[in-house]
Structure formats: structure tokens, C-alpha cells
Nanobody, 124 residues
Framework: QVQLVESGGGSVQAGGSLRLSCAAS????????MAWFRQAPGKEREGVAA???????SYADSVKGRFTISKDNAKNTLYLQMSSLKPEDTAMYYCAASRLWVPASLRKSDYYYWGQGTQVTVSS
């Protein structure tokens, strides 16, 4: 059974940094992709960053240059390093994993497994 467990969320002031982690168990997605999504109250869930096993990555325009996605294959853990945080980054952040090859996709329909989320709050 695949489990994705996020951690690292919290409250931070604008301009600050946070690192999110997503520990994957039961998932040997060495040929697939993992991604971070976020959902703010009243808004659709949106893709933030994706990472595939061929090291291909992609980012939403709103986070390019500020966020970095990476994966430690030995620990089967996905990370999202977030810097220069803005109040508009406030959301529940979710980790997701695919069952198919979806090259660095940021579409939520391309991902099958989801974590429970970790809250990120950025104050001005």
C-alpha cells in the first residue's frame, strides 16, 4: 500500500524559507514522477513543482526562481525548498505520485497517489 506523508509546513513571515518533505512508502516510483501541489481556501488545487526519475523537473510560473524540488532516492523522499515566501504562497501543500510516466506534469489528473497535506502560512 502506497503512503505519502508530508512534513515541514508551518508559519513564516514573508521573505522566509521552509522545506517540505514527503516520505514515500510502498512506492517504488523509480520510473515515474512525483510532484507538489497546493490548495488555498476557495481555490482549485494547483501544481507547484514536479520531479521525474530522469531528473526532469518543472515549476509553476508563480514559484520559478523561489522554489526547488528534489528527491533523495535512497530515502525515497521528495523535498520542496521554498524561499522568498509570499503571503500568496499560503495554502495546504500536497505531495503526489504517479502510476504512469507523466513527464514533469503539473496536472493533478496525472497523479494517482496523494498525501494528507501540510499547511504553509506566510504572513506579511
Amino acid at each position: 500500500q502506497v503512503q505519502l506523508v508530508e512534513s515541514g509546513g508551518g508559519s513564516v513571515q514573508a521573505g522566509g524559507s521552509l522545506r517540505l518533505s514527503c516520505a514515500a512508502s510502498g512506492y517504488s516510483g523509480y520510473s515515474y514522477c512525483m510532484a507538489w501541489f497546493r490548495q488555498a481556501p476557495g481555490k482549485e488545487r494547483e501544481g507547484v513543482a514536479a520531479h521525474c526519475s530522469d531528473t526532469r523537473t518543472s515549476y509553476a510560473d508563480s514559484v520559478k526562481g523561489r522554489f526547488t524540488i528534489s528527491k533523495d532516492n535512497a530515502k525515497n523522499t521528495l523535498y520542496l525548498q521554498m524561499s522568498s515566501l509570499k503571503p500568496e504562497d499560503t495554502a495546504m501543500y500536497y505531495c503526489a505520485a504517479s502510476r504512469l510516466w507523466v513527464p514533469a506534469s503539473l496536472r493533478k489528473s496525472d497523479y494517482y497517489y496523494w498525501g494528507q497535506g501540510t499547511q504553509v502560512t506566510v504572513s506579511s
